[in-house]
């Protein structure tokens, strides 16, 4: 199984405290050590980055650590193969462009019989159950909307859409065009909402504390949702299974 | 304006050498320094690269100069805007999937009264002309091949394409699918093609010598595609104007 970080925020913000944390778990605390990958919105412009090295040591996730790339919108995966070879073109988050977006997916768990139908301009390139499931829902979004419809619309097709893949297994995916944030979950998924006043947080798989209130102003929100709780001193909530949330500037949206 | 840097080889090789002497041209020895992207093919898995500071001291440049990535199949792009803002979304190369093969594009020139019909699945994120330009490539593509096609079929294709948007204005390109790269010349191209017996090179744009003798096996074969010559001591031939040239295993294919 992979692990997933998602991050969701107001204003552009530095993702490097949770993925130094995510990050040990590709060698240190965990061994997710077949491939890694990242995705930053910044406008509509994307920055990607993937990798089959272990992030725990990749020169590549060594730079994403050090600089400070500030996102809005951010989609991290450590893999850990289950189907498909490991390669650069197995590694998660896939991208593609729909409606002049880019959209980032990423996806933790394992689906079984599952061989969708794709007749249309989304094609996998890898061999993984996971960009198929990817490549699936674009061909579906772009059938059901002519041209980008408003978050709320993408909402409600995304959650009947979810369940026709959710049957085949485990689905927990973090999916995101740069205004939103989606995450659906089977079974391990958890989410923070850190707003004003900030405290400060202590990594579970690293001894590192960083204190909120020192970086951030008091309007800034940031939601990270991830596989299991990145920080030891704060409450992560769990999604319930067959759970779809989004989260908007920061926050979730109420449903 | 901006500059191409493009490679094929028969082995995956390592750019560094090549892609140091053009990244001087981001700040140093020329001004094209609003922004700058590389897109490296390993098998049918990418690496991509962009970033809106100038490729002469941005953290991302620094890192490929010193990262040896090889690979088959490289574009490289640095950017003076002539249309379109300086943002990330902004920067060349592009990236989109067809026929569940990754496609990499990257400009020079500048396209006039250019406002092709997208109506089909491949619509620009940016403001560009040139991302114009790829979409409508990607379009006519994939309505005149139902699969993948042969390397030489798509030559036949993109040599009908070509100047329908070589007539709107300056028109060099870089095109790889990760099987064969692709150049076409409206003014300045030129290539080099290297194999045994391999020789010392010199840059021209900083002081930086290769013996390629010690870097390759005699059964090495590369191919070099850039905007302005970046060696001092070796001849690099310059394309024909509207000519469009592909490169398969470190050569020019014969046409």
């Known amino acids: 199984m992979c692990q997933l970080l998602g991050m969701n925020c ?8 949770s993925f130094s944390g995510f990050t040990q778990r590709a060698g240190k605390t965990g061994d997710h050590t077949d491939g890694w990958g990242i995705a930053f919105f910044e406008d509509k412009g994307l920055r990607h980055f993937v990798d089959h ?10 730079l994403i650590r050090e600089y400070p790339i500030r996102s809005k919108n951010v989609i991290a ?10 390669s650069l073109e197995n590694c998660h988050p896939f991208v593609r462009e729909l409606w002049g977006h880019y959209w980032v997916f990423a996806h933790n768990g394992d689906l079984k ?54 049957k085949h297994g485990t689905f927990n995916f973090l999916l ?49 949702v991830v596989t299991a709780p990145l920080t030891s001193n704060e409450e992560w909530t769990a999604f319930q299974s067959g759970e ?8 979730a949206r109420e449903s």
Request: glycine share 4%; aromatic share 8%; charged share 20%.
């Open 244 to 251: 779809l949330k989004v989260f908007v500037n920061g926050q």
């Open 10 to 17: 107001n204003t552009p913000t530095d993702v490097r405290f």
């Open 113 to 166: 019989n599952f061989s969708p139908k794709l007749h249309s301009h989304f094609q996998p390139v890898g061999s993984t159950d996971s960009e198929q499931a990817f490549c699936w829902l674009m061909q579906e979004l772009s059938k059901s909307h002519a041209r980008m419809p408003s978050i709320d619309e993408l909402t409600i097709t995304l959650r009947e859409l979810a369940p026709g893949i959710a």
């Open 176 to 224: 995101s065009n740069g205004q939103a944030l989606w995450a659906h979950a089977s079974t391990h998924l958890y989410y923070i909402e850190r707003k004003h006043p900030f405290m400060q947080a202590q990594l579970c798989d690293e001894d590192l504390k960083v204190n909120f209130a020192s970086e951030t102003t008091p309007d800034d929100k940031v939601a990270v």
């Open 77 to 86: 995966h450590i893999r850990k193969a289950t189907q498909g070879v490991v």
């Open 53 to 62: 090295e272990r992030a725990i040591d990749s020169p590549v996730a060594k």
